[in-house]
């Protein structure tokens, strides 16, 4: 039992709460203790990665052990799949705050951001460490509603509607989570994800089951962001101050949405050829509706917004395609490929995204305008902004050296070992288009003219937010090591382990 794995939530919410009482008193306490609270974190994480490997680590709070071999306390687990989102949210978490010391300087009310943004994180952090259901639901709900008020933050128009929308839909999910997890202890009398699937694996009502099924995903889905769930996501992130955008679309729909998603429907439920089709097939759509809607708009958050639909697309796709094959029975290291590929994308999604809505927040601080049409000539003004916003833009149309090339390399390649040629056409089709997409984000932004309209008086971004930009940038580089044998085979390989063998989360909670 390691007592560390509590610290991603215990250290967030305490980070919350002395920023509410001393940040009163001391000036410029809330930025630079958020700041150390989200590195430590993030030092913690990669130190779990590289120490967790295969193993399965468990933490029961209370000290509760299994009664009966029935585990009946709350359980923290830490894998090889979790590890890798605990870094995701925690390195992205750090780089966006250390972000806002400049660019927060134009809001009022510090405090309640920086305590909302460490309340976010933890929440985050819980649903990712969490092994029973309810308590995912609970820490999700953390993570949901200081999401909502940091949607809200600039208290204009436009946020109070973007929020509200948000939460309305956030509330349905949240309404049909609850359900579904109601459902599920009605039968299987537990909420620990592991003993859930041992009692399913010993029988079940087949449309009772589906059910359920339907109910999670739809509720998921719609924390997710994927089609037809997507709605609130392209006001939320576009209202939003950046840091938040850059959470919100590089952690937040990963850690409550697809995370759990992946999580649950393959190391809770047992996979079924019915539920892979549906899934493979919302991602499908995502994929390409996303990258549609993307294409014709001109403000730079909701074209940023629309693409992370289409990227979280290629996400659940892959999975998708990793879980109709485990169903059939059959190429399981194809699946395993795929289902890598999944992961390797959601890992560079977080860095590319992160750093274009960086980028974002980085020009409308300059430039005071999101307008694509009202800018032009920013590469000579701002150097850095344009050099670091080229490579995420690189990256995320998937043109090699750069981290997205390798992810989508390996899900057309697995579609295509798989046999599913139309879904690897797909894949390129959107890929085209995603590259369209940001070479006229590069060209109206930063090339379309020698000067803007008041390209006199632009000047590059403050220190903190050129720091995190480059940082993104560079390991949007680094990301692609990950196809290398002995860096994929640490980093990788337990991860997708996790997931291909249905008897191993459950055998190593329980002991059974």
């Known amino acids: 039992m390691n007592p560390l794995i509590p610290l991603f939530v215990?250290?967030?919410?305490?980070?919350?709460?002395?920023?509410?009482i001393i940040g009163r008193f001391i000036r410029d306490f809330d930025k630079y203790f958020a700041t150390l609270v989200l590195l430590f974190l993030a030092v913690v994480s990669f130190w779990f990665l590289f120490s967790t490997g295969e193993k399965v680590t468990v933490y029961k709070a209370g000290g509760w052990e299994p009664v009966n071999g029935v585990p009946v306390g709350i359980y923290m687990v830490l894998d090889g799949f979790n590890t890798l989102v605990l870094c995701i949210i925690n390195l992205i978490g750090f780089l966006s705050v250390f972000y806002s010391i400049s660019y927060m300087n134009r809001y009022t009310s510090g405090n309640y951001f920086y305590s909302l943004f460490c309340l976010m994180v933890a929440g985050m952090n819980g649903v990712v460490i969490s092994g029973d259901i309810f308590n995912i639901f609970v820490f999700l709900e953390i993570s949901a509603i200081s999401s909502y008020a940091l949607v809200a933050f600039g208290v204009e128009k436009n946020e109070l509607e973007a929020t509200f929308k948000y939460q309305v839909l956030?509330?349905?999910?949240?309404?049909?989570i609850l359900f579904g997890i109601g459902f599920i202890y009605w039968k299987a009398k537990t909420l620990n994800i592991a003993d859930i699937r041992i009692v399913f694996s010993t029988g079940y009502d087949r449309t009772y089951y589906l059910f359920v099924q339907i109910l999670l995903l739809a509720g998921f889905g719609l924390k997710a962001a994927i089609m037809p769930f997507h709605a609130w996501l392209p006001d939320a992130h576009s209202s939003a101050p950046s840091p938040i955008s850059a959470m919100l679309s590089g952690v937040l729909i990963k850690a409550v949405g697809i995370y759990v998603i992946i999580r649950l429907f393959f190391n809770m439920f047992a996979i079924s050829q019915a539920m892979s089709v549906l899934i493979t097939s919302l991602g499908a759509l995502s994929m390409l509706i996303g990258v549609l809607l993307a294409i014709g708009q001109w403000d730079i958050k909701r074209l940023l917004a629309y693409h992370s639909i289409s990227q979280m697309g290629y996400v659940?796709?892959?999975?998708?395609?990793?879980?109709?094959?485990?169903?059939?029975?059959?190429?399981?290291?194809?699946?395993?490929?795929?289902i890598a590929g999944g992961i390797f994308h959601l890992i560079n999604h977080a860095a590319f995204k992160g750093l274009l809505f960086l980028n974002a927040g980085a020009i409308e601080y300059a430039a005071g305008t999101r307008d694509l049409h009202e800018m032009g000539g920013l590469a000579r003004q701002m150097p850095a902004t344009a050099a670091t916003s080229f490579t995420a833009s690189m990256a995320i149309s998937g043109i090699p050296p750069f981290n997205g090339f390798f992810s989508k390399l390996i899900i057309i390649v697995a579609a295509v070992m798989a046999r599913y040629y139309l879904l690897a056409v797909l894949a390129v089709i959107v890929s085209i288009i995603t590259l369209a997409s940001f070479l006229k984000f590069q060209r109206y932004a930063f090339f379309n003219k020698s000067e803007g309209p008041n390209t006199g008086k632009?000047?590059?971004?403050?220190?903190?937010?050129?720091?995190?930009?480059?940082?993104?940038?560079?390991?949007?580089?680094?990301?692609?090591l990950l196809v290398l044998p002995g860096i994929r085979e640490t980093i990788l390989t337990p991860a997708t382990d996790i997931l291909m063998d249905p008897s191993?989360?459950?055998?190593?909670i329980t002991g059974i």
Do not use: D, H, T, W
């Not at 215990?10 to 509410?20: Q, T």
């Not at 930009?469 to 580089?477: A, D, G, K, N, V």
């Not at 191993?504 to 190593?508: C, G, I, L, T």
């Open 10 to 20: 215990i250290i967030p919410l305490a980070g919350a709460f002395l920023i509410m």
């Open 170 to 176: 956030g509330g349905i999910a949240s309404f049909m």
């Open 316 to 338: 659940v796709l892959s999975v998708g395609i990793g879980m109709m094959l485990i169903s059939k029975g059959m190429r399981n290291e194809i699946a395993a490929l795929a």
């Open 458 to 480: 632009i000047r590059e971004v403050p220190f903190p937010m050129v720091f995190s930009m480059i940082i993104l940038s560079i390991i949007c580089l680094l990301l692609s």
């Open 504 to 508: 191993k989360y459950p055998s190593q």
